[in-house]
């Protein structure tokens, strides 16, 4: 006959092996879990475009960020870092990236999101490289998770393209 410890022995042996089971299916289903998320960018208004005193090239614009993360968001994930940059190519470098703007998404219930902003950081370039530029806006992301490696990825959206003339800051955009 088994004694009570036996048995309780035995349970607990039992409830630590299911516990690693699941502990395992979750990490398998979170590395198979195939994120699909969705940006869509607006580019609404060029405010302004001109040349700065220092003679580079200067944008302030509107931008409609439209974007669904919510499928990065597993029971692994602490939170989501965003930034979406400007792409373009120049004759002195084949690749630049420009930050507009970023964000931290600290949960599920704020991964589906529309914001309207100008952009947060300066888009500027050195010399007269901008004018009639095609650029893509390309939505980045980390996901910081709570245990495991970093996952970060991105959205190109391309079709993008500067004014082909500067335009003054107008007065309303001014006051
Ligand atoms: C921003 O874009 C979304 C998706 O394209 C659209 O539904 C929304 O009306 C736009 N908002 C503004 C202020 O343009
Ligand atoms: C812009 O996007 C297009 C299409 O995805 C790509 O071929 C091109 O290399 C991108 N340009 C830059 C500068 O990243």
Not at 48 to 69: C, I, R
Request: glycine share 4%; aromatic share 12%; hydrophobic share 40%.
């Amino acid at each position: 006959m088994h004694s009570f410890g036996f048995r309780a022995n035995a349970l607990l042996t039992f409830a630590v092996t299911v516990l690693a089971l699941i502990c395992t299916m979750t990490s398998l289903s979170d590395n198979l879990n195939t994120p699909s998320p969705s940006a869509d960018v607006q580019v609404k208004d060029i405010y302004w475009f001109q040349k700065s005193t220092k003679g580079d090239d200067e944008v302030s614009m509107t931008l409609n960020v439209t974007a669904n993360l919510e499928s990065l968001f597993t029971w692994n994930t602490k939170q989501v870092f965003v930034f979406l940059a400007a792409e373009y190519e120049t004759a002195k470098n084949s690749w630049n990236q420009i930050s507009l703007w970023d964000g931290i998404i600290p949960s599920k219930e704020h991964a589906k999101f529309s914001i309207h902003t100008t952009n947060k950081y300066r888009f500027s370039d050195q010399g007269s490289n901008l004018r009639g530029k095609d650029y893509n806006l390309t939505l980045h992301w980390h996901v910081m998770p709570k245990t495991g490696k970093m996952l970060a990825d991105k959205i190109v959206m391309s079709g993008y393209r500067l004014p082909e003339e500067y335009r003054r800051r107008s007065a309303a955009a001014a006051a």
